[in-house]
Structures are given as structure tokens and as C-alpha cells.
T-cell receptor, first 113, second 114 residues
Framework: DQQVKQNSPSLSVQEGRISILNCDYTNSMFDYFLWYKKYPAEGPTFLISISSIKDKNEDGRFTVFLNKSAKHLSLHIVPSQPGDSAVYFCAASRLGGSEKLVFGKGTKLTVNP | GAGVSQTPSNKVTEKGKYVELRCDPISGHTALYWYRQSLGQGPEFLIYFQGTGAADDSGLPNDRFFAVRPEGSVSTLKIQRTERGDSAVYLC????????????FGQGTRLTVV
């Protein structure tokens, strides 16, 4: 039973345009959400996070939006760059427990020059 | 080192053998996690250490899997009687407290059971 779902296995965008990666979750107990980026043969790298008390968090070209009522979050990358090409994982956790991360299956983003 | 280090980077073993995978976390990080990533899947939680103790081992698939962190730093994941289905990339991560603070991942150990 997938508690965190990334329904798009891949996404292709043109350099300079916006990339939007989506993530849905089913467990209403999740209250902290993270995005990780992964290049081949490397471990995931933390990108940005958001607490459930917020609906938006921005860091440079990266913005994460959280819609709690819809149990949906999205990652916006503007402008997209070829170096952003990687697999992006959405993850969720519960504060106060073991705080283990529950990951989605990932979306492979390709930014074309 | 500056980051999380995992050794070996690749391990090929025969079905039925015993393997140990090592993780050196970032110095000072009290939280340590093991995850397993199979092909086409996201990382899947195995076990969480806070200091020396396993605070949550609910993700270990069965009793062939065991992990230790005797001095609160280096951790070893041990797999007995390996099976072909154990083939995956095993990832270790550490963070200052828990995962709600940024967790840093190692590059992983790719385990192949033949």
C-alpha cells in the first residue's frame, strides 16, 4: 500500500521553462514533507522541505506547495536547467515518531537544452 | 570524512551467504537510518538508530536482517542466508536529530545475490 505516490514516472521540459513535479499522500498523520534529488550512482540529496503548518516554501529556483485538504504537494523549478535532470523523490514523515521517511517511487526529470 | 560513507560500494555474493554492509555517518549525527532501494522503487525504510539503540526496526523484512551501532557512530547492516530477492541498493543516511532535519545519504551499497 503506497502511502506516498508519484504518478508520473518521467517528465521532460525545455531549459528555461517551469518543471512541476507532483506528489500525493494518503496518510493524514504525515506532517513533514521533503523532496530529494538523485543522480545515477549517488545517494539522494536533500532539496527542500515543508512543514504541514505551511502551504508554501521557497528556496531559490525551488518552491514546494502543500495542499493538505487534497493531500497533495508539488515541486516547482523555475527556470529549469539541464543540471536539474535527475530523479526526484517526494518523501513524508511524522514528527515525534521515528521520523522515518516514506518515499514515493520517484519522477525522472529531463531538462532539454 | 565530510559526508556519509558506505562500504563496499558494490557487493556480489552467492545465495545463502552472509554479508555485512558498513555505514560511517557524518560526525556528530545522532540519528542513523538504513533504507533499501529496489529497481524502479523509492527508498524503503529498514531501521532507525538514535545513538546506540535501534529506536525503530519495523522495516526489517525478516529475522535474516540485523543492524548494530555499538558506539553510536558506525553502523553495520548484517544479512544472513542471503536470497536473490535481497538484491538492491542499500542506503544509509544520518541527521543531527531525526529525518525532519535534513538527512544526508551515502552513495549506497549495491548488493547482488547470485
Amino acid at each position: 500500500d503506497q502511502q506516498v505516490k508519484q504518478n508520473s514516472p518521467s517528465l521532460s521540459v525545455q531549459e528555461g521553462r517551469i518543471s512541476i513535479l507532483n506528489c500525493d499522500y494518503t496518510n493524514s498523520m504525515f506532517d513533514y514533507f521533503l523532496w530529494y534529488k538523485k543522480y545515477p550512482a549517488e545517494g539522494p540529496t536533500f532539496l527542500i522541505s515543508i512543514s504541514s503548518i505551511k502551504d508554501k516554501n521557497e528556496d531559490g529556483r525551488f518552491t514546494v506547495f502543500l495542499n493538505k485538504s487534497a493531500k497533495h504537494l508539488s515541486l516547482h523549478i523555475v527556470p529549469s536547467q539541464p543540471g536539474d535532470s535527475a530523479v526526484y523523490f517526494c518523501a513524508a514523515s511524522r514528527l515525534g515518531g521515528s521520523e522515518k521517511l516514506v518515499f514515493g517511487k520517484g519522477t525522472k526529470l529531463t531538462v532539454n537544452p | 570524512g565530510a559526508g556519509v560513507s558506505q562500504t563496499p560500494s558494490n557487493k556480489v555474493t552467492e545465495k545463502g551467504k552472509y554479508v555485512e554492509l558498513r555505514c560511517d555517518p557524518i560526525s556528530g549525527h545522532t540519528a542513523l537510518y538504513w533504507y533499501r532501494q529496489s529497481l524502479g522503487q523509492g527508498p524503503e525504510f529498514l531501521i532507525y538508530f538514535q545513538g546506540t539503540g535501534a529506536a525503530d526496526d519495523s522495516g526489517l523484512p525478516n529475522d535474516r536482517f540485523f543492524a548494530v551501532r555499538p558506539e553510536g557512530s558506525v553502523s553495520t547492516l548484517k544479512i544472513q542466508r542471503t536470497e536473490r530477492g535481497d538484491s538492491a541498493v542499500y542506503l544509509c543516511a544520518s541527521s543531527l536529530q531525526g529525518a525532519n532535519t535534513e538527512a544526508f545519504f551515502g552513495q549506497g551499497t549495491r548488493l547482488t545475490v547470485v
